[in-house]
């Protein structure tokens, strides 16, 4: 028999037990033993559940099992989920998770020490939800030099957005209507603030280039100042607006990370991928573009990745599945968002805004002029050409003395 424990019984943990359960046997066969969920560890009662018998509130139950060989950790956040992972792989019990703050933070450190340790820490429900990327990025894909991902990572930004775009609903109604589905935290800063999809291309782009890339070096815009102003203005001009993390080597071998709302042209694959899906473009120099399609989070879709890698780990004990990527204090490969080139969308509003069009095309050179029903007076809305957004900025900059600069959202 071979025995695993869940540590957390929220949403993602209740999916994992569910979902392990209902296939236990076609699972077992996979696995070619018996297997089982021996443990449940959660500080909170669940009498009622079919499980309550292997609810546990103390920790080192499950650590000095010498039975546990695989434990999933889903009880999320980066302090005790931090240092039970550590001391379940110091123990050599492998361990899966979903928990992309702890891998984004901590994920070089946790895998040395599970290789050190002759066992695993595996994290496809991290990123994407119940969409296999991890795995076809490090294994499928690996003979490839990466070139660029780029993808939306967040499936309530991208169900929020859907709804400004298809229903020309405000950014605060579609936000309530998220969190009465259950999408969205009661509090979804991490989400709308671009947070979460920021840990997610930090993993990915960790994976890629094998360098450790920390959040806190990766510029992260969310979609908070979104208006249906720009959704409708974008729209005219034949693009809908997205939340796209994306991570790319440059020619002189660094890295440019970037979390920012983006004009996406309503022909590329990514415009089309609503509601709460997630869809990832990986582009290798082999290989080409591969999308990467599906549910990017719930409780199921979630689950399905966590139990593939409990899976893994139970197939392939005692053997450390190579993924890793080194630690990296120095973020200087890493380059500012500004020292790289975007052509950007541009939203101002300004009383004498027409006797304005002159200097901006001084500033800019040859620029797009968008049109939308209804445009007051006051305002006018462009599209770049491609510059570096250090000078892009500057430019807005000089502009701001005679105008408000109302939107800025980088195109695609
Ligand atoms: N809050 C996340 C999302 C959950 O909306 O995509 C999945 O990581």
Redesign the pocket.
């Known amino acids: 028999m071979q025995n695993v424990a869940v540590i957390g019984y929220g949403v993602v943990g209740s999916g994992t037990v569910e979902l392990f359960m209902k296939n236990r046997e076609s699972i077992s066969q996979k696995i070619g033993r018996d297997c089982d969920i021996k443990y449940i560890l959660d500080l909170r009662d669940f009498p009622d559940s079919p499980f309550a018998d292997r609810m546990v509130k103390d920790f080192e139950t499950i650590l000095n099992d010498k039975d546990i060989e695989v434990v999933a950790e889903v009880v999320g956040g980066t302090t005790f989920a931090y240092d039970y992972t550590k001391r379940l792989l110091e123990a050599g019990k492998s361990v899966v998770t979903s928990n992309?703050a702890l891998v984004a933070e901590k994920g070089a450190e946790l895998l040395k020490i599970a290789r050190e340790h002759n066992c695993n820490y595996l994290f496809e429900a991290s990123v994407g939800?119940g969409i296999p990327i991890i795995r076809p990025l490090n294994k499928c894909l690996a003979g490839n030099e990466i070139l660029k991902i780029s993808g939306i990572?967040?499936?309530?930004?991208n169900f929020i957005l859907t709804k400004m775009i298809r229903d020309q609903m405000s950014f605060d109604d579609a936000l309530k209507l998220a969190q009465q589905n259950g999408?969205?935290?009661a509090d979804p800063t991490?989400?709308v603030e671009g947070e979460?999809a920021c840990r997610k291309i930090c993993i990915l782009g960790s994976l890629a280039y094998g360098k450790h890339i920390y959040p806190d070096h990766v510029h992260c815009s969310g979609i908070t100042r979104i208006t249906l102003d720009d959704v409708e203005y974008a729209g005219n001009a034949g693009y809908v607006i997205k939340l796209i993390g994306s991570v790319k080597k440059l020619e002189n071998g660094k890295i440019s990370a970037i979390v920012c709302p983006r004009l996406v042209p309503k022909d590329n694959m990514l415009a089309n991928v609503d509601d709460?899906y997630?869809a990832i473009t990986v582009t290798g120099d082999g290989v080409g573009d591969v999308l990467f399609y599906g549910q990017?989070?719930g409780k199921l879709p979630?689950a399905s990745a966590v139990v593939g890698d409990i899976i893994d780990c139970l197939k392939h004990q005692q053997r450390v599945l190579a993924l890793s990527w080194k630690e990296s204090e120095d973020q200087d490969f890493v380059v500012n968002y500004k020292e790289t080139e975007t052509a950007v969308y541009v939203r101002i509003k300004a009383d004498d805004a027409e006797n304005l069009k002159s200097a901006i095309s001084e500033m800019f050179g040859k620029l797009m002029y968008i049109e939308r029903a209804g445009r007051p007076e006051n305002e006018l809305a462009f599209i770049t050409p491609v510059m570096k957004e250090a000078d892009i900025d500057s430019n807005l900059t000089i502009l701001s003395h005679s105008a408000e600069i109302a939107s800025k959202i980088r195109m695609y």
């Open positions: 992309k939800g990572l967040n499936g309530t930004t999408y969205a935290e991490a989400d979460d709460v997630n990017g989070a979630t």
